[in-house]
């Protein structure tokens, strides 16, 4: 089964940035929508940014404008750049398919300081 691993992450002060990266174990992004989810404390994950294997992408209202996601078939790599980053940004993020598979990377930290 697919696995992913999530890097990038970090303690970032509000208005900076952050690019997130994902590499999956296998070549899946010709096959597979592939999307960047969030899970803030206390509240539940959620699909934030997707891109499909044509490349047609979309963004829940809260990061448009802010957020880009992009993936670089040669390398096998999806990215999610954070600019303008907000303290409510602060969630572990994670990437997968969309709708997701069950295995689940461990995701990575992003802390967003006011």
């Known amino acids: 089964q697919v696995q992913f691993a999530e890097s990038g992450g970090g303690l970032v002060q509000s208005g900076g940035s952050l690019r997130l990266s994902c590499a999956p174990s296998?070549?899946?992004?010709?096959?597979?929508?592939m999307g960047w989810y969030c899970q803030a404390p206390r509240k539940q994950r959620e699909l934030i940014a997707s891109?499909?294997?044509?490349?047609?992408?979309n963004y829940v209202d809260s990061v448009k404008g802010r957020f880009t996601i992009s993936k670089d078939n040669t390398k096998n790599i999806m990215y999610l750049q954070m600019n303008s980053l907000k303290p409510e940004d602060t969630a572990v993020y994670y990437c997968?398919?969309?709708?997701?598979?069950?295995?689940w990377g461990q995701g990575t930290q992003v802390t967003v300081s006011s």
């Open positions: 296998g070549a899946i992004f010709s096959l597979y929508v």
């Open positions: 997968n398919t969309d709708p997701p598979v069950r295995t």
């Open positions: 891109i499909t294997p044509g490349g047609q992408i």
